[in-house]
C-alpha cells in the first residue's frame, strides 16, 4: 500500500495562498485519479479536488477558479495550489485516491495525517 505524506499547510490572511504537497512512498502511475480532500471540524470529509493521469481535473465548486490540483507522476506528488482562500476553506487537508464516493470507501488507515489549513486574520 502507497503511504501518502501531506505537508504544506499553515495559517494564512484571507486573500492568501498556500501550496500543499502529497508525497507517495511508491508510484502513482497506476493510479487514475488522485484527490485532495478536507475536513474542517464537526463536517463530514469533502473531495476538494481530483486530477486523473490523462491531466483532467475536477474540482468542488466552491474552490472552482481559486484551487489547481496538479501531479508529477515522477516524483510521485500530487499538489494543490491554492489562491484568494476563505475562512471557509480552514480544515485538515488529506490526499488519497478518488474512490468516487468522497473517500467514503477509503480504509482509516490509508488516510495520512493530513496538513492543517487555517484561514483567519
Known amino acids: 500500500q502507497v503511504q501518502l505524506v501531506e505537508s504544506g499547510g499553515g495559517l494564512v490572511q484571507p486573500g492568501g495562498s498556500l501550496r500543499l504537497s502529497c508525497a507517495a512512498s511508491?508510484?502513482?502511475?497506476?493510479?487514475?485519479?488522485m484527490a485532495w480532500y478536507r475536513q474542517a471540524p464537526g463536517k463530514q470529509r469533502e473531495l476538494v479536488a481530483a486530477i486523473t493521469n490523462s491531466g483532467f481535473a475536477y474540482y468542488l465548486d466552491s474552490v472552482k477558479g481559486r484551487f489547481t490540483i496538479s501531479r508529477d507522476n515522477a516524483k510521485n506528488t500530487v499538489y494543490l495550489q491554492m489562491n484568494s482562500l476563505k475562512p471557509e476553506d480552514t480544515a485538515v487537508y488529506y490526499c488519497n485516491p478518488d474512490d468516487g464516493k468522497g473517500g467514503q470507501t477509503i480504509a482509516p488507515s490509508a488516510w495520512g495525517q493530513g496538513t492543517q489549513v487555517t484561514v483567519s486574520s
Open positions: 511508491g508510484s502513482i502511475n497506476g493510479i487514475n485519479a
